[in-house]
């Protein structure tokens, strides 16, 4: 499921993001589901957003200090995009 890149989102409240050694994890409250997530920049990245800017220009100032290579910032709109989708992220 492709994100709009276009829109500002943020991670509601009733998830939380953790920083583990393999990446980290994420939890819904509202119904109790439990993911895994084995790219610490997506996690980092996850943790700071918080919809004071369109979704592109966020992840591309994240991948520009992270040094990530357009590959790299592609994959993580993907999997942003997959996260839209089990309510991790939403758009304001």
Request: hydrophobic content about 35%; cysteine-free; glycine content about 12%.
């Amino acid at each position: 499921m492709p994100v709009n890149i276009e829109q500002s989102y943020e991670v509601p409240p009733k998830v939380s993001v953790r920083n583990e050694r393999f990446g980290g994890l994420v939890y819904r409250y509202d119904n109790r589901a439990l993911l895994f997530l084995h790219s610490r920049p997506l996690v980092d990245f996850l943790k700071g957003l918080d919809g004071s800017k369109p979704l592109g220009t966020a992840l591309e100032e994240f991948a520009a200090g992270r040094g990530l290579d357009d590959g790299q910032r592609r994959a993580m709109e993907n999997a942003l995009g997959q996260l839209e989708g089990k309510g991790i992220i939403r758009e304001l």
